[in-house]
């Protein structure tokens, strides 16, 4: 298996970035769409045989590979190394990433009329630093990653987004620009602590468990809100969540797949690798407030979502609220709470992004993103009412499809949890439970009014999908329905990766 290399996976979306741009690359719309398409298909296609030759039983790092300069590890006197490597959990990741692009790219046909050179050499810059975000095993090369996804996300928003795009994207730098401030000092400052109790130079994730005989308590609780910050911005929960519907109101529909299906799923990635993995006392710890915080996400933005006027701020709010059953199944410290945490986070990616799909199909059509305006179209639209009913569906969470095994798992863990606040348990589990019935409402009330209302005369000459949406949307139902139906099938990847972390946390 020489043939499967990780730093390729990652910098091959790199090279054909830096072609597209160049010169004399052909700027001719067809031809950079048909060239990137070529692409994306044949890097997912390379990523599933990772997940074709991947050992699930194997406890531990795969594929491992460092880049070297000259034959020297980078910054080898200051212990930071370009190593790579993907367990069963962060490889799920990556084969999800390769194909969210895919989708987009074949959906940015119908949208992007502008820049195209620009556009696609963005999106695979983008694929690249967050597929770095989930193999790097040194976290400072994990924190160059991090930064450089701010860059092409940036430009994909401003530049092809509504006249208030590019407000929304300084919004969105500017936000995460401040609060990975606080993850860099928390990486710099665990870095050299480490270094002042051991003696060795290190920043590889693996060997940064915390001893509490090494480090005091105190100092383990500051790095680890600081990482906390860090991440809950991109996952994002309330209190730091305002950037989420603003950005995707405002973004063209082919980034709103991209930000829905890549980004959220690395802060969840981020949480569990540093926060869970290498300070298990302090989330021990702060488990309760988390899983308190989990409940709020989805209560409160359940109840935005209804307030909403515009389908893409509904959506968006929707996935916050998803979110919060994420947080609550980590917080629960166990193996069925973590495997329904983890793939409720896939199963949400992959479900929302085809959500944005279906919206991307609406507005292409009616020019508009407002609920009011829109009813009835699953009249003269009937292929894209019956995927968006499948999908719909999945997202309240219907038996056999994608978003129950993950919901079911996340309340039994919360059920059975032994955190010493029973009773609060057994409260936030029921919540969780109404929650789930709560979301039906706003999301059937989303089907309901775009498809199913009275039909406006303006609509009545629309026409339903064409070939290629056909596709996209049965491909993506297909993938909904086989997960609903054989969850074990993404469970049992990464089982081996929740009973490493779960014996690092002790419980």
């Not at 500017?174 to 109790?197: D, E, K, P, Q, R």
């Not at 969470?397 to 029973?422: E, R």
Request: charged share 10%.
């Amino acid at each position: 298996m020489n043939f499967l290399s990780l730093i390729w996976l990652i910098a091959a979306p790199i090279i054909i970035a830096i072609i597209i741009m160049f010169p004399h690359f052909p700027n001719h719309q067809v031809k950079v769409r048909r060239f990137a398409k070529w692409f994306a298909s044949l890097h997912f296609v390379y990523s599933l045989l990772f997940l074709a030759f991947f050992d699930s039983s194997l406890f531990g790092m795969s594929y491992e590979k460092e880049l070297t300069f000259f034959g020297m590890s980078w910054l080898k006197s200051l212990g930071i190394s370009a190593k790579f490597a993907v367990d069963g959990m962060t490889l799920l990741f990556v084969v999800l990433t390769t194909f969210i692009v895919l989708i987009t790219l074949f959906m940015s046909k119908i949208h992007i009329r502008t820049k195209h050179k620009l556009y696609y050499s963005m999106v695979f810059l983008l694929e690249a630093a967050i597929l770095g975000i989930f193999c790097a095993k040194d976290m400072f090369m994990f924190f160059v990653f991090w930064e450089l996804s701010l860059i092409p996300l940036y430009f994909l928003v401003s530049q092809w987004g509504n006249s208030e795009a590019r407000r929304a994207a300084m919004k969105f730098t500017l936000a995460s620009f401040a609060a990975n401030m606080f993850l860099f000092f928390g990486m710099l400052i665990l870095y050299y602590y480490n270094f002042a109790v051991s003696n060795v130079l290190t920043a590889n994730i693996e060997t940064l468990n915390m001893d509490s005989n090494l480090y005091p308590v105190w100092f383990q609780v500051m790095v680890f809100v600081n990482f906390l910050i860090g991440f809950v911005v991109r996952i994002p929960f309330v209190l730091f969540h305002n950037w989420y519907p603003d950005i995707q109101s405002k973004a063209s529909a082919p980034v709103n797949i991209l930000i829905s299906g890549l980004l959220l799923n690395t802060g969840v990635y981020g949480l569990i690798r540093f926060n869970m993995q290498t300070f298990p006392e302090i989330f021990k710890m702060f488990a309760p407030v988390l899983m308190v915080w989990g409940l709020v996400n989805i209560i409160y933005s359940g109840g935005l979502c209804v307030m909403q006027t515009g389908i893409k701020k509904m959506i968006s709010y929707a996935n916050i609220s998803t979110m919060g059953f994420v947080m609550v199944g980590l917080a629960s410290l166990n193996q069925t709470g973590f495997n329904g945490a983890v793939f409720c986070s896939i199963a949400a990616a992959i479900v929302f992004s085809a959500l944005y799909v279906v919206i991307s199909c609406v507005v292409f059509r009616t020019k508009s993103t407002y609920i009011t305006a829109l009813g009835g179209l699953g009249q003269v639209m009937p292929k894209c009412m019956y995927m968006a009913l499948i999908i719909c569906f999945a997202a309240v969470g219907i038996p056999f499809l994608i978003m129950f095994s993950p919901k079911i798992m996340i309340l039994t863990g919360a059920m059975l949890s032994n955190l010493d606040q029973q009773l609060m348990v057994k409260i936030a589990a029921f919540i969780g439970l109404c929650a789930i019935a709560v979301s039906t409402g706003y999301i059937m009330f989303f089907f309901y009014k775009v498809f199913c209302s009275v039909l406006l005369d303006q609509w009545k000459k629309l026409k339903d999908l064409s070939p290629q949406e056909t596709a996209i949307l049965s491909a993506m139902c297909l993938i909904i329905i086989y997960l609903g139906v054989n969850p074990m099938s993404v469970i049992s990847v990464y089982q081996s990766v929740s009973s490493i972390i779960l014996d690092v946390l002790q419980v």
